[in-house]
């Protein structure tokens, strides 16, 4: 497992949406946290709690947000200016942060990349021309 920390964070209840997410899949590690920006909460507040977030662990940690320009990502980002030992990405989904959690990297930095590549390639159109012609025996399995 990873040993480099997280915190995600994103509007809404997207941080806890991509925690009970996981939940489902895999156990998440002790070294991450889940910090939304609620309606009407402050830039100021934000910045608090992910800053209490990040204060919990030693050593580098990942800042995951949402969206690249939003409120999330820019306190994340002043952060970052502030801090030494973190790394910002924002627009990765849910399939690289499962991937990522069996990893280890060497730094935040080399974390922060990987998780970009594999964003990229889980990106993919549904070709309809893939399909291969099913049989009445063919059966399928609930989720994944």
Same mark, same amino acid.
């Given at each position: %497992?990873?040993? $480099?920390? *997280?915190? *995600?964070?994103?509007?809404?209840?997207? =941080?806890?949406? $991509?925690? +009970? =997410?996981?939940?489902?899949?895999?156990?998440?590690? #002790?070294?991450?946290?889940?910090? #939304?920006? /609620? /309606?009407? %909460? /402050? #830039? &100021?507040?934000?910045? &608090?709690?992910? !800053?209490?977030? $990040?204060?919990?662990? !030693? +050593? &580098?940690?990942?800042?995951?947000?949402d969206l690249v320009g939003g409120t999330p990502y820019k306190v994340a980002a002043t952060l970052a200016t502030e801090k030494s030992g973190l790394a910002v990405v924002s627009g990765c989904n849910l399939g690289s942060l499962l991937e990522t959690l069996f990893k280890n990297y060497s730094d935040v930095d080399a974390f922060a990349n990987d998780l970009i590549d594999i964003s990229k390639k889980g990106t993919q159109i549904f070709d309809v021309t893939d399909i291969k012609p099913t049989t009445s025996t063919d059966t399928y399995s609930d989720g994944i």
């Open positions: %497992m990873n040993r $480099i920390n *997280v915190v *995600v964070t994103g509007h809404g209840t997207f =941080a806890t949406g $991509i925690q +009970g =997410a996981l939940n489902l899949l895999v156990k998440v590690p #002790d070294n991450w946290q889940f910090v #939304d920006f /609620s /309606s009407g %909460m /402050s #830039d &100021e507040k934000l910045k &608090e709690n992910l !800053d209490k977030a $990040i204060n919990t662990f !030693d +050593g &580098e940690t990942l800042l995951f947000t």
